[in-house]
């Protein structure tokens, strides 16, 4: 069965860089829009980045473009969140998902219902 592990993250300062993974089991991970969400306390669930190779998208928030880049390793079934330039805002719980329908991952967003999801990464960032 699909499976999603992240890993990763942890408590840096402001400015500091982390770079969370996502090991991934039971699908190719090509073949799925794949990405990652995140959720703060108390606010709505954020798309942050998506992946989709069938329609050659790359997305990410606004929130978080040019500090972060979204990877994946096909052959090591691994999908990675290099996140620089942290700051405050950017405290949650990092969640990666997977979808076997690539068009939940579009141009200008991904889509919340993705099938799948991991348990989550807390990311704290806090001088």
């Known amino acids: 069965q699909v499976q999603l592990v992240e890993s990763g993250g942890g408590l840096v300062r402001p400015g500091d860089s982390l770079k969370l993974s996502c090991a991934a089991s039971g699908f190719t991970l090509e073949y799925y829009a794949i990405g990652w969400f995140r959720q703060a306390p108390g606010k709505e669930r954020e798309g942050v980045a998506c992946?989709?190779?069938?329609?050659?998208?790359?997305y990410y928030a606004d929130s978080v473009k040019g500090r972060f880049t979204i990877s994946a390793d096909n052959a090591e079934k691994t999908l990675y969140l290099q996140m620089n330039s942290l700051r405050p805002e950017d405290t949650a719980v990092y969640y990666c998902?997977?979808?076997?329908?690539?068009?939940?991952?579009?141009?200008?967003?991904?889509?919340?219902?993705?099938?799948?999801w991991g348990k989550g990464t807390q990311v704290t960032v806090s001088s």
């Open positions: 992946i989709s190779d069938y329609f050659g998208i790359t």
């Open positions: 998902v997977a979808d076997p329908d690539e068009t939940m991952c579009e141009e200008n967003g991904v889509k919340s219902n993705m099938d799948y």
